[in-house]
Every structure is written in C-alpha cells, then in structure tokens.
C-alpha cells in the first residue's frame, strides 16, 4: 500500500480570544481560529477524524461565546467536494467529545465509532463548567453524540494500532479521555491532534526560559496536557508542520497531507 493522504474538511470559522490557543498570552486579542475535522484517504478503511461542528443555528444559539460561522452541509458537504459519501465511511475516530469534534455523528450510518472509554465517561458526567462543551442533560440539551452511542466502540486510552499505518496515541489534558490520530504517510508520520495542541505556535517554546513549548490556553489538567504536548512533538520528531490540529489556521493552508 502506498502513503495515506489526509485532507482537513474546512468545516468554518470561530472567533474566540488568543489566550486559548497560548497560556495568558493575547488576553482580549480576537483570535479567527478555524473549525476542521479530518478525512483519511488510502487506509482498508475510509476514516474520519471527528466529525465536527454542528450547523450555524444552533452553534449561534448554545455556543455565542465562540462566534461561529459554520459552513453549510458540515462534514457531509465537505466529505462530497473532495468525492466520498458520508455513508462510504468505515470508521470514525473521536479525538474527544467537545460539541464542535462530534456533531453530526448520526449522518454516518455504517461507521463504526471509536471513542476513548475516559472520554465517554467523562462526557456523561462532566464538572458544571463543562456542560457546555458536551451540551449535557443538566443544561437542557442533549449531548449529540448519544444519538450513535449504539455504533461506539469504547477503546482503552492506550497506544494501539487501529488499521494498518494509522493508530492512536493517549494525549489526555484538554479533556480526561482525549486522543491523536497517529498517519503514516510517505512525508513521514503525521499527527492529528484534536485540541490537544491548538496551534502549531504550540511546539516551539522559548529556550531563554528553558521551555521547549507554548502550553496552550484551554486545557483542564496542566501536567497531562505539557505530557501529551510532548508526546506529540516525539511523534513528528519535533517537526511541528506534521501536527494537525482542530482549530489551527495554518493547517487549511494545505488542501491535503503530505502534498
Ligand atoms: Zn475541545
């Protein structure tokens, strides 16, 4: 088998304060971040990572706060510009359950869906301050996700091989069951990240301060988060543009990994 190629589906646009993408750098500073989720072509299986963001309605009625526009059609849309049905994916693997990574999971028929068992369980039960961001029960929403619970397979957040030259790796902080998509390809491995890095600025640091990255500005556990930045960054052996994130601007760039 030849290289897989990966192509990030421009799902849209949000605008949030920088301080999330670097640790209390940019505070009050807009930041246009993007909104992606990631197809992967070459593998036994067609494979999405994520599925993204839900449409513009109900992203501008719940989630205000991160001035969305969405484009519209979502990942189903942006799976047919580039040739592939939305009922042609094989499986889909869930960096993380946040509403922006997950929506529209249902449109996916005959996907098999692989989240982390940490992830799932914490997605049910999440702390008050993040019901939000899996739009809980308590809030009088419905978290998006459970409508395909019955196609989930609950994995060990571990790394393991998911088919050939495309595995998973733990990269836990952002959120406790958080993990990266690890791809083989002919440039080398690339890995797509979720919100586990937020920008590719995160994997240079400053060595004036012996830092050899930006901690990142949305996280819930500091040391899991420094760790999985750092895993990350052995994995591209510390080449940073090989590190695919949800929200990276730099990433769209590019309509496909390696070109
Ligand atoms: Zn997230």
Not at 62 to 86: D, F, Q
Not at 176 to 192: F, L, N
Request: charged fraction near 20%; include cysteine; hydrophobic fraction near 35%.
């Amino acid at each position: 088998m030849s290289g897989l190629t990966i192509y990030p589906l421009d799902l849209g646009d949000a605008v949030v304060d920088l301080s999330m993408s670097m640790e209390k750098k940019g505070t009050g500073v807009p930041w246009k971040a993007k909104l992606l989720c990631y197809y992967i072509e070459g593998a036994e299986k067609k494979i999405l990572v994520d599925t993204g963001v839900s449409d513009q309605e109900h992203a501008g009625r719940w989630h205000a706060e991160t001035n969305c526009r969405v484009t519209p059609g979502g990942s189903m849309v942006a799976l047919e510009k580039i040739g592939v049905k939305p009922k042609e994916i094989d499986l889909i693997l869930l960096t993380h359950l946040h509403w922006d990574h997950a929506y529209n999971l249902d449109k996916y028929k005959n996907a098999e869906i692989y989240v982390a068992k940490e992830e799932l369980a914490y997605a049910l039960m999440p702390l008050p301050p993040h019901y939000f961001y899996y739009e809980h029960w308590n809030i009088g929403l419905t978290p998006w996700f459970t409508k395909s619970i019955q196609q989930m397979k609950t994995i060990d957040l571990v790394p393991q091989k998911v088919v050939d030259q495309v595995s998973v790796i733990p990269t836990p902080g952002h959120t406790p069951g958080s993990m990266s998509v690890v791809v083989e390809t002919a440039g080398g491995p690339y890995v797509i990240c979720g919100d586990a890095v937020m920008t590719q600025d995160n994997l240079t640091g400053n060595p004036a301060r012996h830092t050899p990255y930006t901690m990142t500005g949305h996280f819930m556990d500091y040391r899991a988060t420094w760790r999985s930045i750092d895993l990350i960054s052995q994995m591209v052996k510390a080449d940073k543009t090989r590190v695919l994130a949800t929200h990276d601007p730099a990433v769209i760039s590019k309509s496909r990994y390696p070109e």
